[in-house]
């Protein structure tokens, strides 16, 4: 007979096992695609399991987007704040975005991309949730600019708010061209137009 404690945690493995597939078909359903149906055909598990772990599908939405969140960060953020700072950083979170598509982290891309664009129009706490998450992806970018600049990596009249843009905008039509047509020969294009962007000379991508 399982203790208190053993069923908690059995319950705790359950819920992170539910919500990292929920991230993953958000990927490709869509936020407002998520069911409790989906969830439980695609676990094998009954709906009243599936639905004992969220009360709401607001809540099974926002507990996704959180998980997304961990892992962009786990991926994408953490190798970026590990490197140099400055242009190693900014050069780097690129590069970690592209390796976290190429390594197909989920079926249909990045969760953000995909998310950001569906959500923007159902206000509430989960688009709320995504903007926020969006913000601070961009002004890490721009902070990694910034400080580029004060090390006289960059030129003087770069613009930082114009150089995240910029960024922001490979990173995004990357993820789109990848979703469309899983080529990585997409993201080493786009890992050369980042580089020709940030003034780095280079014949080739590196091995990823």
């Known amino acids: 007979m399982q203790s208190g404690q053993q069923k908690r945690s ?11 597939e929920a991230v993953s078909l958000a990927t490709v359903d869509g936020l407002e695609g998520l069911s409790i149906g989906n969830l439980a055909a695609a676990l094998g598990m009954s709906k009243s399991g599936v639905y004992a772990h969220f009360g709401s599908k607001q809540e099974l939405q926002s507990a996704a987007v959180e998980e997304a969140g961990r892992i962009f960060t786990a991926e994408v ?5 590990a490197a140099a700072p400055g242009l190693p950083q ?7 975005f592209f390796d976290h598509l190429q390594r197909r982290t989920f079926p249909g891309g990045c969760f953000f991309a995909g998310a ?4 923007g ?13 969006q913000s601070g992806f961009t002004a890490l970018i721009r902070q990694f600019i910034v400080t580029a600049l004060g090390q006289h990596e960059l030129p003087a009249d770069e613009d930082p708010d114009a150089l ?5 905008g490979i990173i995004l039509a990357a993820n789109m061209r990848f979703v469309l047509r899983p080529d990585p020969q997409a993201l080493d294009i786009a890992r050369r137009v980042v580089r020709r962007r940030l003034g780095i000379m280079t014949t080739s991508a590196p091995a990823t």
């Open 77 to 81: 953020v953490e190798p970026a704040l």
């Open 164 to 168: 995240t843009f910029e960024l922001n």
């Open 90 to 96: 900014l050069l780097a979170i690129c590069d970690s």
């Open 116 to 119: 950001a664009l569906e959500m």
């Open 10 to 20: 059995d319950g705790v493995r359950t819920q992170a096992t539910i919500v990292r």
């Open 121 to 133: 129009t159902h206000p509430g706490p989960v688009r709320e949730q995504i903007a926020a998450f």
